[in-house]
């Protein structure tokens, strides 16, 4: 059954600081794609960063990297030098391939507090 | 590029009222996703559409929520008789046809009282 998991309902991290968000999966399909979603108080979803299933290389944008560990099922969400801005929620999404009829689920989310 | 486009923003409406939100994706997608997000989780899939066609509403309670997207562009969600537990922020989702990553739109907060 397509899973996802958050183990971490909330996270602390220093301005400045890397922190990184734990997100495990659970699919059949071996074509998938992996997402992360930042959620503020404003209520939107922005979306952050994408990792194909048979990406070679982990994804990157800006700060914001996928640590893919694909025989561990893991794709955790890493922000470098962290903002102010980045306090959040942070949510891990999959969306499997055809084989899954491109079904995507949400993990529960991981909220985070950047202090200062 | 416009964003996907929702409304209204905020509906306060009382139990076993109707309610109907409208949703415009960004231009050329032709997936288009309805999700229910109650406070404190993630978003739950209600719906998804492949243009003008149903692709998955496994999840969606048709006793009292329909969808439709008659032209493939833009849909409306409704429920009918609402209830409490309806309460929730209502997104809505499209997605371009080669990553498919989604790009939500701002959400409908609904009460229901």
């Known amino acids: 059954a397509q899973k996802i998991t958050q183990t971490q309902p909330g996270m602390f991290v220093q301005e400045k600081e890397a922190v990184t968000l734990d997100c495990t999966y659970d699919?059949?399909?071996?074509?998938?794609?992996l997402f992360w979603y930042k959620q503020p108080s404003s209520g939107e979803m922005i979306f952050l960063i994408y990792?194909?299933?048979?990406?070679?290389q982990n994804a990157t944008e800006g700060r914001y990297s996928l640590n893919f560990q694909k025989a561990r099922k893991s794709a955790n969400l890493v922000i470098s030098a962290s903002q102010l801005g980045d306090s959040a929620m942070y949510f891990c999404?999959?969306?499997?391939?055809?084989?899954?009829?491109?079904?995507?689920?949400f993990g529960a989310g991981t909220r985070l507090f950047v202090k200062a | 590029e416009a964003g996907v486009a929702q409304s209204p923003r905020y509906k306060i409406i009382e139990k076993r009222q109707s309610v109907a939100f409208w949703c415009n994706p960004i231009?050329?997608?032709?997936?288009l996703y309805w999700y229910q997000q109650i406070l404190g989780q993630g978003p739950k899939l209600l719906i998804q559409?492949?243009?003008?066609?149903?692709?998955?509403d496994s999840q969606l309670p048709k006793d009292r929520f329909s969808a439709e997207r008659l032209k493939g562009v833009d849909s409306t969600l409704k429920i009918q008789p609402a209830k409490l537990e309806d309460s929730a922020v209502y997104l809505c989702?499209?997605?371009?046809?080669?990553?498919?990553?989604?790009?939500f739109g701002p959400g409908t907060r609904l009460l229901v009282l």
């Open positions: 989702a499209s997605s371009d046809p080669v990553k498919r990553t989604q790009y």
């Open positions: 699919t059949s399909d071996p074509s998938y794609g």
């Open positions: 990792q194909g299933s048979y990406d070679q």
């Open positions: 999404a999959m969306r499997e391939g055809r084989t899954g009829g491109f079904k995507t689920i």
């Open positions: 231009s050329g997608h032709a997936t």
């Open positions: 559409f492949q243009n003008n066609g149903v692709v998955d």
